[in-house]
């Protein structure tokens, strides 16, 4: 049975940084690909970022380009976002999410595992 566990999610002033975490068990994160969503209240889920199973071909949101990064600890099987420079708007409750056909899309409808959820609260 697959689970994924987010962590890391928390209360931060704009400006600051967090750094989530997505473990994984029943599978193995380096054969399928993990993608981070997130849905704002009142919101649609969008795409954050994602990463295809080869580990080196990563895909960003034009909202989070430079300041979100995504990468995998193999040894952990979990994979990371962290994100710098956050903002207001950046508020939601982020998903991991895992796509095994490994292609690292940005529709959230591909991925077939997802957890949680974590919170991400920035202050002004």
């Known amino acids: 049975q697959v689970h994924l566990v987010e962590s890391g999610g928390g209360l931060v002033q704009a400006g600051g940084s967090l750094t989530l975490s997505c473990a994984a068990s029943?599978?193995?994160?380096?054969?399928?690909?993990v993608g981070w969503f997130r849905q704002a209240p009142g919101m649609e889920r969008e795409f954050v970022a994602s990463?295809?199973?080869?580990?080196?071909?990563?895909y960003y949101a034009d909202f989070v380009k430079g300041r979100f990064t995504i990468s995998r600890d193999d040894a952990k099987n979990t994979v990371f976002l962290q994100q710098n420079s956050l903002k207001p708007e950046d508020t939601a409750v982020y998903y991991c999410?895992?796509?095994?056909?490994?292609?690292?899309?940005?529709?959230?409808?591909?991925?077939?595992?997802w957890g949680q959820g974590t919170q991400v609260v920035v202050s002004s």
């Open positions: 999410a895992v796509d095994p056909n490994g292609s690292g899309s940005r529709n959230f409808s591909v991925y077939i595992f």
């Open positions: 029943g599978l193995t994160l380096r054969t399928v690909a």
């Open positions: 990463m295809h199973w080869q580990g080196l071909i990563t």
